[in-house]
C-alpha cells in the first residue's frame, strides 16, 4: 500500500506576522516558514505504518 501524506508550508510559530502596507494580505519577504504541525504529525504517523510493514511507499 503506498500512503499520501499532503504538507501544508505555514509560517513558522516564532515570527511576529506582518500585515501589507496596502492591507492586501500578509508580507512575506524574508520569513521564515515550517511545516504545519499537523502535517508533521501526519509525516510520522506514514512513518511508522512505513516501519511496521504495512505501507510499502510513502509519497
Request: proline share 3%.
Amino acid at each position: 500500500m503506498k500512503i499520501l501524506v499532503a504538507v501544508k508550508r505555514v509560517i513558522d510559530y516564532n515570527v511576529k506576522v506582518r500585515v501589507k502596507p496596502d492591507n492586501t494580505g500578509v508580507d512575506l519577504a524574508n520569513v521564515k516558514m515550517a511545516m504545519n504541525p499537523f502535517c508533521e504529525i501526519a509525516v510520522e504517523e506514514a512513518v511508522r505504518l512505513k516501519e511496521k510493514g504495512v505501507a510499502s511507499e510513502i509519497v
